[in-house]
């Protein structure tokens, strides 16, 4: 256990080390608050801003984590600290696990400064603060959550299968558009029952704006948290195959 | 302390280790000597548990490194080598960090790191961060980080390379300080660092082990020293007894051969042997057929083993 901790905190401090993850996190504050200023000036009922904040949330995931986990394991391959890592006592699964730990943390902080978004627009609108539910938002942040982990699982996969940051970055990326823009178009465009359905099931749009409405739908946790563990296990694969 | 059987390692066609056994006691030193690509670094990968063998078994005291990884890694202190360290965090950090992975308790941790630290002189660099410091002071922070756990074995890749002359030098005296409590493993390209440093030394080539020898064997063997090899007919126990009589001879070994002639192996410090036995042989009347030097530095061994023109016996 304090050997996870100790790597996670070096995950951690990795990334604010970086100037990467502060440019990261300017552009996703900047985009949120972007977006979320214009939901609210648009849409005058806020809950539908609320399910928009988390739709753009979700727009920047798709930004953010690849460049967020492209490091993890394609950096220490490269500079060679993967070996150190490695020849010390320590189970693969343990810095698996304590990476993924760490880039979810550093996204869940990120994510953070959002909450005031909702803060503000109570103290300046207080006659909205009956409008605003705490259901659905606590709702709409465990789905952000999980789709955070599930997509920093598969980024972590991508870093360890490369020594080549920017290809993991693309391969991350590329997987998260399929899913994103899959789930988002394929049940309005195709006439077929079935793809609907299926396209419907997979679709974070989806899944996010039911959360934020305060729809409770166990099939999305299933479906997250086991792509989560199937990531992470594929992770440990490729880590402990090395070459 | 290691007891590696039948150690091999296929990297998609070539192989990059064949069929290696030795076996390392507790308190060895040994070099690791081969030219570049020979499978050095391969085999201490493999030591370490960092590749998995196509073939064979590692025990580190005991504990099989594939079966037991991470048991067998608390015995292993290893050193890369390139030395990779994480660059952007301060020395004292890198160090705690490590120490908490490889499982120091707490209590003992802030003691531990101190007393590394001032063994491979680092006292005063706590404070700095790692991607400033020199090569010749990150080499030192890779060592001290391979010594935290206070592992039995350490087994550093090439711990001079692209060093200072005077960098060499200390790392070298840290090396001799460090020898007389672990054992220790040591891979170099550099013979007169495998002569200076090791009691031992194992010559790999194109993944094969061609030579295992005590460092003074092979020193007497290849280094100045003569062994002259000489073919006489007539009374052995004559001859023999004439040969270990004469000035500077060390050691005198017999063979008899076929048609009443006598292989002999004789080492001597003084280095005109060949003619002493020459006049003596024209004296006594003695048939000489051969009379050989074979005086070799082991560099020129090294090479000749390495090219493949020569095998050593294997122990």
Same mark, same amino acid.
């Not at chain 2, 002259?228 to 008899?256: F, Q």
């Given at each position: 256990?304090?050997?996870?901790?100790?790597?996670?905190?070096?995950?951690?401090?990795?990334?604010?080390?970086?100037?990467?993850?502060?440019?990261?996190?300017?552009?996703?504050?900047?985009?949120?608050?972007?977006?979320?200023?214009?939901?609210?000036?648009?849409?005058?009922?806020?809950?539908?801003? !609320?399910?928009?904040?988390? !739709?753009?949330?979700?727009?920047?995931?798709?930004?953010?984590?690849?460049?967020?986990?492209?490091?993890?394991?394609?950096?220490?391959?490269?500079?060679?600290?993967?070996?150190?890592?490695?020849?010390?006592?320590?189970?693969?699964?343990? /810095?698996?696990?304590?990476?993924?730990?760490?880039?979810?943390?550093?996204?869940?902080?990120?994510?953070?400064?959002?909450?005031?978004?909702?803060?503000?627009?109570?103290?300046?609108?207080?006659?909205?603060?009956?409008?605003?539910?705490?259901?659905?938002?606590?709702?709409?942040?465990? !789905?952000?959550?999980?789709?955070?982990?599930?997509?920093?699982?598969?980024?972590?996969?991508?870093?360890?299968?490369?020594?080549?940051?920017?290809?993991?970055?693309?391969?991350?990326?590329?997987?998260?558009? !399929?899913?994103?823009?899959?789930?988002?178009?394929?049940?309005?465009?195709?006439?077929?029952?079935?793809?609907?359905?299926?396209?419907?099931?997979?679709?974070?749009?989806?899944?996010?704006?039911?959360?934020?409405?305060?729809?409770?739908?166990?099939?999305?946790?299933?479906?997250?948290?086991?792509?989560?563990?199937?990531?992470?296990?594929?992770?440990?694969?490729? /880590?402990?195959?090395?070459? | 302390?290691?007891?590696?059987?039948?150690?091999?390692?296929?990297?998609?066609?070539?192989?990059?280790?064949?069929?290696?056994?030795?076996?390392?006691?507790?308190?060895?030193?040994?070099?690791?000597?081969?030219?570049?690509?020979?499978? #050095?670094?391969?085999?201490?990968?493999?030591?370490?548990?960092?590749?998995?063998?196509?073939?064979?078994?590692?025990?580190?005291?005991?504990?099989?490194?594939?079966?037991?990884?991470?048991?067998? &890694?608390?015995?292993?202190?290893?050193?890369?080598?390139?030395?990779?360290?994480?660059?952007?965090?301060?020395?004292?950090?890198?160090?705690?960090?490590?120490?908490?992975?490889?499982?120091?308790?707490?209590?003992?941790?802030?003691?531990?790191?101190?007393?590394? #630290?001032?063994?491979?002189?680092?006292?005063?660099?706590?404070?700095?961060?790692?991607?400033?410091?020199?090569?010749?002071?990150?080499?030192?922070?890779?060592?001290?980080?391979?010594?935290?756990?206070?592992?039995?074995?350490?087994?550093?890749?090439?711990?001079?390379?692209?060093?200072?002359?005077?960098?060499?030098?200390?790392?070298?005296?840290?090396? &001799?300080?460090?020898?007389?409590?672990?054992?220790?493993?040591?891979?170099?390209?550099?013979?007169?660092?495998?002569?200076?440093?090791?009691?031992?030394?194992?010559?790999?080539?194109?993944?094969?082990?061609?030579?295992?020898?005590?460092?003074?064997?092979?020193?007497?063997?290849?280094?100045?020293?003569?062994?002259?090899? +000489?073919?006489?007919?007539?009374?052995? +126990?004559?001859?023999?007894?004439?040969? #270990?009589?004469?000035?500077?001879?060390?050691?005198?070994?017999?063979?008899?051969?076929?048609?009443?002639?006598?292989?002999?192996?004789?080492?001597? +410090? +003084?280095?005109?042997?060949?003619?002493?036995?020459?006049?003596?042989?024209?004296?006594?009347?003695?048939?000489? &057929?051969?009379?050989?030097?074979?005086?070799?530095?082991?560099?020129?061994?090294?090479?000749?083993?390495?090219?493949?023109?020569?095998?050593?016996?294997?122990?």
């Amino acid at each position: 256990m304090r050997t996870f901790f100790a790597l996670w905190k070096r995950e951690l401090s990795a990334l604010f080390l970086s100037p990467i993850a502060y440019v990261m996190l300017m552009f996703f504050l900047l985009v949120t608050g972007c977006g979320f200023y214009w939901l609210v000036k648009e849409n005058l009922e806020l809950t539908r801003a !609320v399910q928009g904040l988390m !739709v753009v949330i979700w727009f920047c995931m798709l930004i953010v984590l690849p460049i967020l986990t492209m490091r993890t394991f394609a950096e220490e391959r490269k500079s060679g600290t993967f070996e150190t890592m490695l020849t010390a006592p320590v189970h693969e699964s343990c /810095v698996v696990f304590a990476k993924f730990a760490g880039v979810l943390t550093f996204f869940l902080m990120m994510c953070a400064p959002t909450l005031l978004y909702l803060l503000i627009v109570r103290y300046l609108a207080p006659e909205t603060a009956m409008l605003l539910d705490l259901g659905p938002i606590v709702g709409g942040y465990w !789905v952000v959550g999980l789709i955070a982990s599930a997509f920093i699982a598969l980024g972590l996969l991508a870093s360890a299968m490369t020594s080549n940051q920017i290809i993991a970055a693309i391969s991350t990326f590329s997987i998260m558009s !399929v899913i994103f823009f899959g789930g988002l178009f394929e049940p309005h465009l195709s006439k077929n029952p079935m793809v609907r359905d299926v396209g419907g099931y997979l679709s974070s749009a989806l899944h996010l704006m039911e959360a934020a409405r305060g729809i409770f739908d166990s099939r999305t946790i299933v479906l997250y948290l086991s792509l989560t563990c199937f990531f992470l296990f594929g992770t440990i694969k490729a /880590v402990e195959a090395r070459r | 302390m290691i007891e590696v059987k039948n150690l091999t390692k296929n990297f998609s066609g070539h192989t990059a280790v064949d069929d290696i056994s030795f076996e390392v006691k507790r308190g060895e030193i040994i070099g690791f000597l081969g030219p570049n690509g020979a499978g #050095k670094t391969t085999t201490m990968r493999m030591l370490t548990g960092f590749f998995h063998p196509t073939r064979g078994s590692v025990k580190i005291a005991g504990v099989d490194v594939f079966d037991q990884p991470v048991e067998a &890694r608390r015995h292993i202190g290893y050193m890369p080598e390139s030395c990779p360290l994480y660059l952007d965090m301060r020395v004292d950090e890198y160090l705690t960090f490590r120490a908490q992975i490889k499982g120091v308790p707490s209590r003992t941790l802030r003691a531990r790191r101190n007393a590394v #630290k001032e063994q491979c002189g680092l006292t005063d660099t706590g404070r700095r961060i790692i991607g400033q410091l020199s090569k010749g002071y990150k080499q030192r922070v890779g060592l001290a980080d391979s010594l935290l756990h206070d592992p039995d074995l350490l087994i550093l890749d090439e711990p001079t390379a692209g060093l200072d002359p005077n960098q060499i030098r200390e790392v070298r005296e840290l090396i &001799r300080q460090l020898a007389k409590r672990h054992t220790l493993l040591l891979s170099t390209h550099i013979l007169p660092e495998a002569e200076m440093a090791c009691q031992r030394i194992m010559i790999i080539n194109k993944g094969r082990l061609v030579a295992s020898d005590s460092t003074q064997n092979l020193q007497k063997r290849l280094l100045g020293d003569s062994l002259v090899t +000489a073919d006489i007919l007539g009374d052995p +126990a004559k001859i023999g007894a004439i040969l #270990k009589g004469m000035d500077g001879v060390d050691r005198v070994e017999h063979a008899t051969l076929e048609g009443g002639w006598n292989h002999y192996r004789i080492d001597s +410090a +003084a280095q005109n042997v060949r003619s002493k036995i020459f006049d003596c042989a024209v004296s006594k009347g003695w048939k000489l &057929r051969e009379l050989h030097l074979e005086c070799r530095s082991l560099e020129d061994v090294f090479v000749a083993i390495t090219r493949g023109d020569a095998e050593l016996e294997v122990n």
